[in-house]
């Protein structure tokens, strides 16, 4: 997150020194900050800025394919005249640990369509989730382990 204020201020800079408060120009000097952390920070041992923004981006891609797989799952469901549902919850136990990663993990599971966060346990160790269809609940634990906490895990730590 700082090195993206830091980024944005670069931009700023650039705008402010080539005197020109275009949005071209915005953009231009952002990418040429992203490149001049990216150079400054990868000899120092860090992930580096856009080594991180890749990992976000790779996050915000598998959640739209997340998204668009369990629309589709939920249309066919509740378009089919025998609707065998077995709605339910389960509890998911978390790898994530920060506030942030399971405020993200949770809201990430609500916004998918058939699934709900319900509540996290007092020692933040356990996260309910209401599925529309806990039939294999292992599964979907699996998938959300596999899926969006790891991917969470890659990007913020």
Request: charged residues 15%; hydrophobic residues 50%.
């Amino acid at each position: 997150m700082i090195a993206f204020v830091f980024n944005l201020l670069l931009s700023i800079a650039w705008v402010t020194v080539t005197g020109s408060a275009s949005l071209h120009n915005l953009v231009f000097g952002f990418l040429l900050g992203a490149l001049a952390l990216a150079i400054i920070r990868e000899p120092f041992g860090g992930k580096g800025y856009i080594g991180r923004a890749r990992l976000v981006l790779s996050l915000a891609a598998l959640f739209l394919k997340e998204l668009s797989l369990s629309a589709w799952k939920v249309t066919v469901t509740v378009l089919s005249p025998d609707m065998q549902l077995k709605p339910g919850i389960f509890a998911f136990p978390l790898t994530v640990t920060s506030d942030f990663e399971i405020t993200l993990l949770a809201n990430l599971i609500t916004l998918t369509p058939g699934t709900l966060s319900v509540d996290v346990s007092t020692d933040r160790r356990t996260l309910y989730i209401h599925a529309l269809d806990c039939s294999d609940p292992e599964t979907t634990k699996r998938d959300i382990a596999n899926g969006f906490e790891r991917k969470i895990m890659e990007a913020f730590r």
